[in-house]
């Protein structure tokens, strides 16, 4: 069973950085696909980042250049680097990934394309 366990978030003031973990079971089992979301109360959920298995990656306008997405498949680990935090960055963050059965398109942030989530980790920035 695919399993993913977030970790890294926390508080910290505006131009800070934090880095995402993601520990999951899901290079195990075969993915077509990573990505990270975040949702801020009262908004919906929305796509932050994404990688490929082959390690291409997309960005949603709102962190590119700021954040960067990575995997270590050795480890089984997805990564979410963010620098120059905002106080817009504060969210519940989450890692997703989608079945290998299923394609990958770049920029398809559409949560019910993918097949599993963790709990997320909560970011907190401010200003």
């Known amino acids: 069973q695919v399993h993913l366990v977030e970790s890294g978030g926390g508080s910290v003031q505006a131009g800070g950085s934090l880095r995402l973990s993601c520990a999951t079971s899901?290079?195990?089992?075969?993915?077509?696909?990573m990505g990270w979301f975040r949702q801020a109360p009262g908004n919906q959920r929305e796509g932050v980042a994404m990688?490929?298995?082959?390690?291409?990656?997309h960005y949603a306008d709102s962190v590119k250049g700021r954040f960067t997405i990575s995997q270590d498949n050795t480890k089984s680990t997805l990564y979410l680097q963010m620098n120059t935090l905002k106080p817009d960055d504060t969210a519940m963050y989450y890692c997703?990934?989608?079945?290998?059965?299923?394609?990958?398109?770049?920029?398809?942030?559409?949560?019910?394309?993918?097949?599993?989530w963790g709990q997320g980790t909560q970011v907190t920035v401010s200003s």
């Open positions: 899901a290079y195990t089992y075969g993915v077509s696909c």
């Open positions: 997703a990934a989608r079945s290998r059965s299923r394609i990958c398109y770049y920029g398809d942030y559409v949560a019910d394309n993918y097949d599993y």
């Open positions: 990688i490929t298995r082959a390690g291409g990656t």
